[in-house]
T-cell receptor, first 115, second 113 residues
């Protein structure tokens, strides 16, 4: 049972245009959502996050939108740059009780930004 | 350099063998998390330690075990290895248990032949 789904394994975008990466989740108890970026031969690096009480968070070229009723979040990158080419993972935080939490990750979307 | 150190970077071993993966968390971080990434799979949570104590278990096989030592480094032990255990194993660390953004190491690529 995949609780966090990234239905697009890959995405190609022209440099300078907008990249939109999508993520759906099923567990309404998730309270925090994150995006990670991963380059080959490296570990994932934290990119941007959003609390479940908000619907938008912006950091420079990166904006995350959360639609709780649809259980959907998206990452917008504007403008896209060749250096943004990487695998992007969506993650959702769930409580394990006793102050402990777990991140559940999607399978990732490989973004290719074409110069 | 993320500050989370994983060794070795690559490991090739035969079926039935046992290996140990090591993780040193970022300075000041008390929580260590282990994740497995198999081909075409997302990051699967295995286990979490906080200040030396096991705090959460995910989809970790009984053949796998882990521990966190007093100096906060952690080891993931994989035994009776099978071909399907071939994967990238990531360690991540955070200051507390809040999981508001882990810092990941660069991973250990395990190949079982």
């Amino acid at each position: 049972d995949q609780q966090v789904k990234q239905n697009s394994p890959s995405l190609s975008v022209q440099e300078g245009r907008i990249s939109i990466l999508n993520c759906d989740y099923t567990n309404s108890m998730f309270d925090y959502f994150l995006w990670y970026k991963k380059y080959p031969a490296e570990g994932p690096t934290f990119l941007i996050s959003i609390s479940s009480i908000k619907d938008k968070n912006e950091d420079g070229r990166f904006t995350v939108f959360l639609n709780k009723s649809a259980k959907h979040l998206s990452l917008h990158i504007v403008p896209s740059q060749p250096g943004d080419s990487a695998v992007y993972f969506c993650a959702a935080r769930g409580s394990l009780g006793a102050g402990s939490y777990q991140l559940t990750f999607g399978k990732g979307t490989k973004l290719s930004v074409i110069p | 350099d993320s500050g989370v150190t994983q060794t070795p970077k690559h490991l090739i071993t035969a079926t039935g063998q046992r290996v140990t993966l090591r993780c040193s968390p970022r300075s000041g971080d008390l929580s260590v998390y282990w994740y497995q990434q198999s081909l075409d799979q997302g990051l699967q949570f295995l286990i979490q330690y906080y200040n030396g104590e096991e705090r959460a278990k995910g989809n970790i096989l009984e053949r796998f075990s882990a521990q966190q030592f007093p100096d906060l480094h952690s080891e993931l032990n994989l035994s009776s290895l099978e071909l399907g255990d071939s994967a990238l194993y990531f360690c991540a660390s955070s200051v507390g248990q809040g999981a508001r953004g882990y810092t990941f190491g660069s991973g250990t690529r395990l190949t079982v032949v």
